[in-house]
């Protein structure tokens, strides 16, 4: 694993950031071909801003979720990409497929699976609770101590 994903990795709420790690350390992928987290914990500023792209911001529509409604401002989501012998590839193959499926086997959920947007690069797992649960915990303050990770 590179640096940079295990320091995206290390950013995931601590419920899930042994498990992401782990699992990316056994994947069996065919040589040359890596996983790399683009993106893991986001601020609700962070997700606001995706959420105007394509609406009052230009580019394309990339999520439906705006601060505080994704998974990713839990720390419980991560998006990722393959690196082919060093180079980004976006193309969703059977290596991304088993990425996937491989994550799926843990209790993730996969973005590409879904009915609005689909997502391909996301992974998420929500031990059972709605973004709403999540953001209840998150604005009376039920915090793992010391962090800002909410606690489940």
């Given amino acids: 694993m590179d640096k940079l994903t295990l320091a995206r990795a290390q950013l995931l709420h601590p419920i899930i950031r042994d498990t992401v790690i782990s699992t990316l350390e056994?994947?069996?992928?065919?040589?040359?071909?890596?996983?790399?987290?683009?993106?893991?914990?986001?601020?609700?500023?962070?997700?606001?801003?995706?959420?105007a792209q394509g609406r009052s911001a230009p580019g394309q529509k990339v999520t439906n979720a705006r601060g505080g409604e994704s998974l990713h401002n839990f720390g419980l989501?991560?998006?990722?990409?393959?690196?082919?012998?060093?180079?980004?590839?976006?193309?969703?193959?059977?290596?991304?497929?088993?990425?996937?499926?491989?994550?799926?086997?843990?209790?993730?959920?996969?973005?590409g699976e879904w009915k609005s947007i689909k997502d391909y690069p996301h992974l998420e797992k929500s031990f059972g609770y709605s973004w709403q649960q999540?953001?209840?915990?998150?604005?009376?303050?039920?915090?793992?101590?010391g962090t800002q990770y909410v606690r489940l």
Avoid: C
């Fill in 134 to 145: 999540l953001l209840d915990k998150y604005r009376k303050g039920e915090f793992i101590s």
């Fill in 77 to 111: 989501a991560f998006d990722f990409v393959l690196l082919i012998n060093g180079q980004v590839s976006w193309t969703v193959d059977e290596n991304w497929k088993k990425v996937a499926a491989v994550f799926k086997e843990q209790g993730f959920s996969w973005g």
């Fill in 26 to 51: 056994g994947l069996k992928l065919p040589p040359g071909v890596q996983v790399r987290i683009t993106q893991s914990l986001r601020t609700f500023a962070e997700q606001d801003k995706l959420y």
